[in-house]
Nanobody, 125 residues
């Protein structure tokens, strides 16, 4: 059925940028919001942000404020997370996720029911 595949992670230096991609399949992509989370071993999964089904509204967790940007290309069934001025505290596995129903959005991981496999982002000093 539905699948999400993240890509674009890697090892970067502090101050560098990365663009993560989340490719969706199996659903009408344009009808669903897309959330982004990140997780460090031993810590709870953290809400990074989300983009609405229309792309007109974005939601930012405090860690992403001013540095991260979300946008989507429905023709490609893809949502992008542009991360600028990365810092060592941004090191984590980043996940994209979609909620169980269309036209809904949440701010915690239980609000989502389909997850990608994650992509590792490592930021060195």
């Amino acid at each position: 059925q539905v699948q999400l595949v993240e890509s674009g992670g890697g090892l970067v230096q502090a101050g560098d940028s990365l663009r993560l991609s989340c490719l969706a399949s199996g659903r009408n992509f344009s009808s669903y919001a897309m959330g982004w989370f990140r997780q460090v071993p031993g810590r709870e999964r953290e809400f990074v942000g989300a983009i609405s089904w229309t792309g007109e509204i974005t939601y930012y967790g405090h860690s992403a404020k001013d540095r991260f940007t979300f946008f989507r290309d429905n023709a490609k069934n893809t949502v992008y997370l542009q991360m600028n001025n990365l810092q060592p505290d941004d090191t984590a596995v980043y996940y994209c996720a979609i909620p169980p129903g269309p036209r809904s959005v949440g701010y915690t991981w239980p609000d989502y029911d389909v997850w990608g496999q994650g992509t590792q982002v490592t930021v060195s000093s």
